[in-house]
């Protein structure tokens, strides 16, 4: 079966220190993979997504960026963070294709919660 | 622009009261729809989809949900409310125009009295 795995779990950085938030998917090749972003209040905010090994769309200008080195393997990166980087961090997966037609069901992560001081 | 509309960013009900969480799409084409639920400090969890075929979908946990195309709606019921239940439901859309990329709702939250 397939799992996903996000850590840390919670993350306490101070302003102007770099972040890195890993995600990996066990039990599927070549997936689909997404980061969202959950500030309070708010709702769920895409923010990359690859559809294969050094593919990333970007979906809002940020201080965020993305990476993934490989298949099943994606990294949400800042190299300074700001007090508004703040949030829930979801990582996601589907299997839906480019170009496929059908549902495009995603697969979340438990999150990550990151507190910037 | 597709868009997606949760009507209330709260909702309370009493335990075994019925529970009616809103849903209004905007698209012009035969979306795919979806249901997430997620627990406090939790990720999210697919509870029903509706793809093609019957318009009343049954979920987990008890929870359904009816495709209304003339409505262009896709309203989450519960018949009888469950502590369990307290959570927050995301409403989404996807469609071919859009690479099937997901289309989701502010969200609701669900509060159940006891």
């Known amino acids: 079966s397939q799992t996903i795995h996000q850590w840390p779990a919670t993350l306490v950085q101070p302003v102007g220190s770099p972040l890195s938030l890993e995600c990996t998917v066990e039990?599927?090749?070549?997936?689909?993979l997404y980061w969202y972003r959950q500030a309070a209040g708010r709702g769920l905010q895409l923010l990359f997504y690859?559809?294969?090994?050094?593919?990333i769309s970007s979906e809002v200008p940020q201080n965020l960026s993305a990476s993934r080195p490989q298949d099943r393997q994606f990294i949400l990166s800042s190299k300074k963070l700001l007090l508004s980087d703040s949030g829930f961090y979801l990582c996601?997966?589907?299997?839906?294709?480019?170009?496929?037609?059908?549902?495009?069901?995603?697969?979340f992560g438990a999150g990550s919660r990151l507190t910037v001081l | 622009a597709q868009s997606v509309t949760q009507l209330g960013s709260h909702v309370s009900v009493s335990e075994g009261a019925l529970v009616l969480l809103r849903c209004n799409y905007s698209?012009?084409?035969?979306?795919?729809l979806f249901w997430y639920v997620q627990y406090p400090n939790q990720g999210l969890q697919l509870l029903l989809k509706?793809?093609?075929?019957a318009t009343l979908v049954k979920g987990i946990n008890g929870f359904e949900a009816e495709f209304k195309k003339s409505e262009t709606s896709f309203h989450l019921t519960k018949p009888s409310a469950h502590m369990s239940d307290a959570a927050e439901y995301f409403c989404?859309?996807?469609?071919?125009?859009?690479?099937?990329?997901?289309?989701w709702g502010a969200g609701t939250k669900l509060i159940i009295k006891p």
């Open positions: 690859s559809v294969g090994i050094g593919q």
């Open positions: 698209s012009s084409v035969p979306p795919y």
């Open positions: 996601a997966w589907s299997v839906l294709r480019t170009g496929g037609s059908g549902a495009n069901v995603l697969t």
């Open positions: 039990g599927t090749s070549n997936p689909n």
């Open positions: 989404a859309v996807s469609e071919e125009g859009s690479n099937y990329q997901l289309i």
């Open positions: 509706y793809t093609t075929g």
